[in-house]
Nanobody
Framework: QVQLVESGGGLVPAGGSLRLSCAASGRTFSSYAMGWFRQVPGKEREFVAA????????YYADSVKGRFTISRDNAKNTVYLQMNSLKPEDTAVYYCATSSRFPARTRVEYNHWGQGTQVTVSS
């Protein structure tokens, strides 16, 4: 079993940056591909980015490509999401999750989920 805890969310003005972290418990972190999703009330949880087991490959939603960067540190059991040039439409609760596939772009391909961290971008 893997437990995930996100942190780093907050309130930021448009154009600003935030770095989210997702700390994982357990010894099997490096055996999972990792992903970030986001969700706003009343909408489906949306794929944002994914990183492969060794961090050699990444995949992004078109809406964040060129602005967000996903990375991982297997020695620290942590995955990151660096978010630059933030826009008000990036406002959401951000979740990290594990997957046995890469690139996994749908919610059903992910099994373990964190509780989420709120990101609010003011205009």
């Amino acid at each position: 079993q893997v437990q995930l805890v996100e942190s780093g969310g907050g309130l930021v003005p448009a154009g600003g940056s935030l770095r989210l972290s997702c700390a994982a418990s357990g010894r099997t972190f490096s055996s999972y591909a990792m992903g970030w999703f986001r969700q706003v009330p009343g909408k489906e949880r949306e794929f944002v980015a994914a990183v492969s087991w060794s961090a050699g490959n990444t995949y992004y939603a078109d809406s964040v490509k060129g602005r967000f960067t996903i990375s991982r540190d297997n020695a620290k059991n942590t995955v990151y999401l660096q978010m630059n040039s933030l826009k008000p439409e990036d406002t959401a609760v951000y979740y990290c999750a594990t997957s046995s596939r890469f690139p996994a772009r749908t919610r059903v391909e992910y099994n373990h989920w964190g509780q989420g961290t709120q990101v609010t971008v003011s205009s």
